[in-house]
């Protein structure tokens, strides 16, 4: 499954019906795009 996910604290919510309704292992595995790559830098104190 492949989603947008807006902000970490929507996390619960997508997953918890995962672990509760289906007994599942959930793993996230995080990636960018070149703006959110750009974003992202910017925001770093040098």
Do not use: H, Q, W, Y
């Not at 499954?1 to 929507?10: I, P």
């Not at 019906?17 to 959930?26: K, R």
Request: hydrophobic share 50%; glycine share 6%; net charge negative.
């Amino acid at each position: 499954m492949v989603f947008d996910l807006k902000d970490s604290s929507d996390l619960p919510r997508i997953a918890e019906p995962f672990f509760m309704g289906l007994n599942a292992t959930v793993e996230f595995t995080p990636v960018m795009n070149a703006d959110d790559l750009k974003a992202g830098l910017g925001k770093m104190k040098l």
